[in-house]
């Protein structure tokens, strides 16, 4: 092989990766571009966020001290300047969250006694929540039994008061009569329980 197309073959070597690195820097710059904008078109919508955030975190820390709360267990209101900075607000990405000693580590992570425990309980107050619900339904049902019956009580005796107004009137007690009578009773009936 000659000196001459080995420094060919090296020129298009040295072609070929400076267009890969010029399309990778391009590509690279594009995808850039693409995330600002993207941020710059979100940024209003997280910085609101962040501080609503913000706003309840001090809520939660008025809250904590009528109450004597620990105030360290409360998360820390976030950096809003520095949101995008990463080193700015580690609590925000919980990194120190949990610990890796098992030893720190709260029960309810580690002890499966607890965490049956908390389970139980959870399943103890649905149980309460459904008797609760139950004795309500049980007394707007005996409620409205109840309502229903005076209605039905009032259609009776005033449908009775007819009839036998009616009977009263009418001295001879053919057979039409009575059937008229009952027809007249079963209307009133009908139309107060409605």
Same mark, same amino acid.
């Given at each position: 092989?000659?000196?001459v197309?080995?420094?060919? &073959?090296?020129?298009i070597i040295?072609?070929?990766?400076? =267009? ?6 391009h ?9 600002e ?5 979100r940024? *209003?919508t997280?910085?609101q966020?962040?501080?609503?955030y ?6 939660? =820390? ?8 620990p ?18 607000? *580690?609590?925000?990405?919980m ?10 580590? *709260? *029960? ?10 908390i389970?139980?309980?959870?399943v ?11 004795r309500e339904?049980h ?11 005076? &209605? ?6 005033? %449908?009775?008061s ?5 009977? %009263? ?9 009575i059937?008229? %009578? ?5 209307? %009133? ?6």
């Amino acid at each position: 092989m000659s000196a001459v197309s080995h420094n060919q &073959n090296l020129v298009i070597i040295i072609t070929i990766l400076l =267009e890969f690195s010029y399309i990778s820097l391009h590509t690279d710059i594009k995808l850039r571009q693409q995330t600002e904008s993207g941020l710059a078109k979100r940024a *209003p919508t997280i910085k609101q966020m962040a501080t609503r955030y913000n706003s309840l975190v001090n809520e939660a =820390e008025t809250m904590a001290k009528a109450i004597k709360y620990p105030l360290h267990l409360l998360p820390r209101p976030l950096d809003i300047p520095q949101l995008y900075n990463l080193e700015a607000n *580690p609590h925000m990405w919980m990194i120190d969250a949990i610990s890796t000693d098992v030893a720190q580590l *709260p *029960p309810y992570l580690i002890d499966d006694n607890v965490r049956l425990g908390i389970i139980s309980v959870l399943v103890q107050d649905r149980v309460k929540e459904e008797i609760f619900r139950l004795r309500e339904e049980h007394r707007h049902m005996i409620k409205w039994l109840d309502v229903r019956l005076q &209605n039905l009580k009032t259609t009776i005796m005033q %449908c009775h008061s007819m009839y036998s107004g009616f009977l %009263c009137c009418h001295k001879n007690t053919n057979a039409s009569l009575i059937d008229s %009578c009952s027809k007249m009773s079963i209307y %009133c009936f009908s139309y107060r329980t409605l």
